[in-house]
């Protein structure tokens, strides 16, 4: 649900490409632009946006073409087009790794589909967002916890969804520039914008979306005023009732008068109610995820969740999935995973966390994709060496080069970056 709040301030957020990396060269009506968020620019991209013409992003000679999009009432940015990341230079903030290397590959063109003119983007969800809707099998959605059987390809599960919002919002994404300029300010609102242009059953995701703003004890009073009124459409009863997602990190589950709470950092007045038989499926389910928050005390347990809301204003998750992220937000699935990724950042490299959507623990993804090597190169997690070759034919197909660890050995010596120059400090915001 879009909020009142403000963007974060010029210099710490002047995205000027929907992906967060080195400092972008365009091409608009023949003049060379290098930053959005100067008045003059930003008037520019206003006439770009009314005329519908296209900038040029210059990390290749002929300029690949981007697309002007208006995320508040005077703010334009420039962004990459739907399904065009393969087009940039792998050095370039736009650059996105081939979606082979990670779930994305199994749900995009099915569960996603992009519009390249609009830049708009259709999504199909295997969960409820409202009562009248009938519940997915084996338990899913209505009480049920996401993710615990073989999600459809063809409809995002919670989880999927919440991968979806981070890589848009280039959380998954990371240079050397960024150390130290996450927060929860700069991730909710990136989040936010992330959701915007993104439509489910012609609805648009945004006004179904809830992302705790910041919270300020001074300021308390107004905050739970805009969440009210945010969730205001959605205290209805019967079959017709509505449901909202909610994103934020996990704080903690604590016991409640009748079942549990999950309370929500950010959020301290509004917890999510949760049934004993809900808890139970959520403890089993995500034991691996909870586990790893026990054991990192600088990370982050992000919880995405559907929850409906009575007539008191009293949320009630429906269903729930948990992802472990470390303490720049970046995702991971296991120790070994955390490892690699902590190896990357002490070394001060360039790359992008591969996410799983949909896809099985057992399917073959890359961890991490080095976007700072002479050719982009995927990095997978092995458990036996018997794995190399296919993971090979993966790496092949996709015309990246391959790094492998089998986790059963020492891990050997990262790809060499093709620029040490280029891993240094950059003009990074988030």
């Known amino acids: 649900m879009t909020t009142t709040q403000s963007a974060p301030a010029p210099g710490r957020a002047d995205h000027t490409s929907e992906h967060a990396g080195a400092r972008q060269t365009f091409e608009l009506y023949g003049r060379r632009i290098a930053h959005t968020n100067n008045s003059d620019v930003q008037q520019l991209l206003a006439a770009a946006h009314t005329d519908r013409v296209r900038?040029?992003?210059?990390?290749?000679?002929?300029?690949?073409?981007?697309?002007?999009?208006?995320?508040?009432?005077?703010k334009y940015v420039i962004k990459r087009m739907p399904d065009s990341g393969l087009e940039h230079a792998h050095r370039c903030a736009s650059y996105l790794p081939p979606e082979q290397l990670s779930g994305l590959g199994q749900v995009l063109g099915s569960a996603i589909t992009e519009e390249a003119d609009s830049g708009l983007t259709?999504?199909?969800?295997?969960?409820?967002?409202?009562?009248?809707?009938?519940?997915a099998?084996?338990?899913?959605?209505?009480?049920?916890?996401?993710?615990?059987?073989?999600?459809?390809?063809?409809?995002?599960?919670?989880?999927a969804v919440l991968h979806y919002l981070w890589q848009e919002a280039d959380l998954a994404t990371w240079t050397p520039g960024m150390d130290g300029k996450r927060n929860w300010r700069i991730v909710s609102w990136y989040l936010r914008q992330a959701a915007r242009g993104k439509f489910t059953k012609g609805k648009p995701l945004a006004t179904r979306l809830y992302v705790p703003e910041p919270f300020n004890a001074e300021k308390k009073t107004e905050i739970a005023a805009r969440r009210l009124s945010a969730w205001a459409p959605m205290q209805q009863h019967?079959?017709?009732?509505?449901?909202?997602?909610?994103i934020g990190e996990l704080k903690s589950i604590d016991p409640a008068r009748f079942g549990h709470k999950l309370v929500i950092k950010h959020?301290?007045?509004?917890?999510?109610?949760?049934?004993?038989t809900l808890l139970a499926r959520l403890n089993e389910r995500f034991a691996d995820e909870i586990e790893l928050s026990q054991t990192d005390d600088?990370?982050?347990?992000?919880?995405?969740?559907?929850?409906?809301?009575g007539r008191a204003g009293l949320a009630t998750a429906e269903e729930i999935s948990l992802v472990m992220t470390d303490r720049h937000w970046l995702p991971y699935e296991s120790l070994f995973d955390k490892l690699l990724l902590d190896t990357a950042l002490d070394a001060r490299r360039r790359f992008t966390k591969s996410l799983r959507y949909n896809l099985a623990p057992d399917k073959?993804?890359?961890?991490?994709?080095?976007?700072?090597?002479?050719?982009?190169?995927?990095?997978?997690?092995?458990?036996?060496?018997?794995?190399?070759?296919?993971?090979?034919?993966?790496?092949?197909?996709?015309?990246?080069?391959?790094?492998?660890?089998?986790?059963?050995?020492?891990?050997?010596?990262?790809?060499?970056?093709?620029?040490?120059?280029r891993t240094g400090p950059s003009t990074d915001h988030h």
């Open 55 to 74: 900038p040029l992003c210059m990390c290749r000679p002929a300029g690949v073409t981007m697309y002007v999009a208006k995320i508040g009432p005077d």
């Open 122 to 135: 259709a999504i199909k969800l295997g969960f409820r967002m409202s009562k009248a809707e009938r519940a």
């Open 137 to 159: 099998p084996n338990g899913a959605g209505g009480g049920g916890v996401a993710d615990s059987v073989a999600a459809d390809p063809n409809r995002l599960t919670l989880r």
């Open 238 to 246: 019967g079959s017709a009732q509505q449901f909202m997602m909610l």
């Open 267 to 276: 959020l301290p007045d509004a917890p999510l109610m949760v049934n004993d």
């Open 298 to 309: 600088d990370g982050h347990l992000m919880v995405i969740a559907t929850f409906s809301v």
């Open 364 to 421: 073959p993804m890359a961890s991490l994709v080095f976007t700072d090597t002479e050719t982009p190169t995927a990095a997978f997690l092995l458990t036996s060496a018997d794995d190399r070759e296919a993971v090979a034919e993966i790496a092949t197909a996709t015309g990246t080069e391959l790094w492998t660890w089998v986790i059963t050995e020492d891990m050997p010596s990262l790809p060499p970056a093709a620029d040490h120059r």
